[in-house]
């Protein structure tokens, strides 16, 4: 019901920059958040950033101040701005959307495929 295309990971050199893209489609009734996960290979998937349809955020604290999130909500579009990437931002990252989508009245998560980020020291 709902499809998500994840662009813009890479190689980045520490101190550098990067900026994730996830475009939502589909049979799409609403969206309510929209955010960015991220896992290191044999370690929990974890909460980078999310954004609410009002457009209230919430960071992790290790990207706060480097990391910025944002939507575009006529392009069912997330952004997420990594500014002054650090090593120990590798990892591959996940696009979520909470949508009502489809014949299903109720939210419901749904994830991109990942894009891999990774940062040289």
């Known amino acids: 019901q709902v499809q998500l295309a994840e662009s813009g990971g890479g190689l980045v050199q520490a101190g550098g920059s990067l900026r994730l893209s996830c475009a939502a489609s589909?049979?799409?009734?609403?969206?309510?958040?929209m955010g960015w996960y991220r896992q290191v290979s044999g370690k929990q998937r974890e909460l980078v950033a999310k954004?609410?349809?009002?457009?209230?955020?919430n960071y992790a604290d290790s990207v706060k101040g480097r990391f910025t999130i944002s939507r575009d909500n006529a392009k069912n579009t997330v952004y997420l701005q990594m500014n002054s990437l650090k090593p120990e931002d590798t990892a591959v990252y996940y696009c979520?959307?909470?949508?009502?989508?489809?014949?299903?009245?109720?939210?419901?998560?749904?994830w991109g495929k990942g894009t891999l980020v990774t940062v040289s020291s």
């Open positions: 589909g049979s799409i009734f609403s969206i309510n958040a």
């Open positions: 954004i609410t349809s009002v457009g209230s955020t």
């Open positions: 979520n959307v909470v949508a009502v989508a489809g014949l299903v009245y109720n939210a419901m998560d749904y």
